[in-house]
């Protein structure tokens, strides 16, 4: 069974900050991986999706890359900013469904 | 192009009550699906429909769940009678083919507030 796991839960780190957040997951049997941002109140926006057979894909100031041997993912994003503030949820794709992690809750401090 | 519409976007209700949710997907968008979070808990995947018909509803919790889509267009997701464990917020997306969650998009998510 499909499990992934986010760390950290939550983040705050000050305006400017570089940072990475973190994905595993347990079975290396995936289609692709996709990051998604939440924010209150608001649905889930996918910000970057890596293809099983890719290795990363950026979008500005976002780069994920995937190991899918290792089962991990992680987002970087650079020069940090306080409209980042938000939830990134990290989610695998089994089939036709996905599977989430819980999520880790990112502050930018201005 | 309009989003996927969920509404309402919030809703309280006693426990033994019946709720309604509806989700409106994006035109043209055969694919739709929901999906649930509970407090403290992950994004579970509820259903997913090919226009009317449900694909897959592995993920339905129990019976007291009935999802519908008639004519294909919109779905109703009705919970009766409500529990206290099924408050959350239910998520539905749509998307044109029946992706590996590629394209797919989400509505806002209807808060559900069973006391």
């Known amino acids: 069974k499909q499990e992934v796991t986010q760390i950290p839960a939550a983040l705050s780190v000050p305006e400017g900050e570089n940072l990475v957040l973190n994905c595993s997951f347990t079975?290396?049997?995936?289609?692709?991986l996709q990051w998604f941002r939440q924010d209150p109140g608001k649905g889930l926006t996918s910000l970057l999706l890596i293809q099983s057979s890719q290795r990363e894909q950026t979008s500005g100031r976002l780069n994920a890359s995937l190991d899918k041997s290792s089962g991990r993912s992680t987002l970087y994003i650079a020069a940090s900013q306080p409209g980042d503030s938000a939830t990134y949820l990290c989610a695998v794709s089994n089939n036709y469904q996905l599977i989430w992690g819980a999520g880790t809750k990112l502050i930018i401090k201005p | 192009e309009a989003g996927v519409t969920q509404f309402p976007s919030h809703s309280v209700i006693e426990k033994g009550q019946t709720v309604t949710l509806r989700c409106d997907p994006i035109s043209g968008h055969d694919n739709l699906y929901w999906y649930r979070r509970v407090m403290g808990k992950e994004i579970k995947f509820l259903l997913h429909?090919?226009?009317?018909?449900?694909?897959?509803e592995s993920g339905m919790p129990n019976n007291r769940f009935l999802a519908e889509r008639t004519g294909g267009t919109y779905s109703t997701l009705k919970v009766q009678p409500a529990e206290l464990e099924d408050s959350g917020v239910y998520f539905c997306?749509?998307?044109?083919?029946?992706?590996?969650?590629?394209?797919?998009?989400f509505g806002s998510g209807t808060r559900l507030t069973v006391v």
């Open positions: 429909f090919v226009k009317e018909s449900k694909q897959d």
């Open positions: 079975d290396s049997a995936i289609y692709n």
């Open positions: 997306a749509s998307s044109h083919e029946p992706g590996t969650g590629a394209g797919y998009t």
